[in-house]
């Protein structure tokens, strides 16, 4: 299984980003993306399960987690980008969706891709 997550860069303050993350090898019912900040522990973004989906409520309203089934790959659309959104993002999958309460831990999923760098100036 491997995980490839791109479309990272720089980008202004209000300004928006794609991110993309392909997986090859196997299809995972449940995607989500992590990111981390200099410093900081990494912290739950965005998950997506058969649809359904669930946000950090830091990105609520700004991002938008989706995935094409056809390409395997999972999406995460930011919009008014904001200096606090500065961190390295990571897409990663597992084949069952955990419980609510534990969705937003790392330790919870196996398959990680190995990260893209966001930066935004302010």
Same mark, same amino acid.
């Given at each position: 299984?491997?995980?490839?997550?791109?479309?990272?860069?720089?980008?202004?303050?209000? +300004?928006?980003?794609?991110? @993309?993350?392909?997986?090859?090898?196997? *299809?995972?019912?449940?995607?989500?993306?992590?990111? &981390? #900040?200099?410093?900081?522990?990494?912290?739950?973004?965005?998950?997506?399960?058969?649809?359904?989906?669930?946000?950090?409520?830091?990105?609520? +309203?700004?991002?938008?987690? @989706?995935?094409?089934?056809?390409?395997? *790959?999972?999406?995460?659309?930011?919009?008014?980008? &904001? #200096?606090?959104?500065?961190?390295?993002?990571?897409?990663?999958?597992?084949?069952?969706?955990?419980?609510?309460?534990?969705?937003?831990?790392?330790?919870?999923?196996?398959?990680?891709?190995?990260?893209?760098?966001? *930066?935004?100036?302010?």
């Amino acid at each position: 299984v491997q995980l490839q997550a791109y479309g990272g860069g720089l980008v202004q303050a209000g +300004g928006s980003l794609r991110l @993309s993350c392909a997986v090859s090898g196997r *299809t995972f019912s449940h995607s989500v993306w992590f990111r &981390q #900040a200099p410093g900081k522990e990494r912290e739950f973004v965005a998950a997506w399960s058969f649809g359904n989906t669930r946000y950090a409520d830091s990105v609520k +309203g700004r991002f938008t987690i @989706s995935r094409d089934n056809a390409k395997n *790959t999972v999406y995460l659309q930011m919009n008014s980008l &904001q #200096a606090e959104d500065t961190a390295v993002y990571y897409c990663a999958v597992r084949q069952n969706r955990p419980i609510y309460s534990r969705m937003s831990l790392p330790e919870e999923y196996t398959y990680w891709g190995q990260g893209t760098l966001v *930066t935004v100036s302010s």
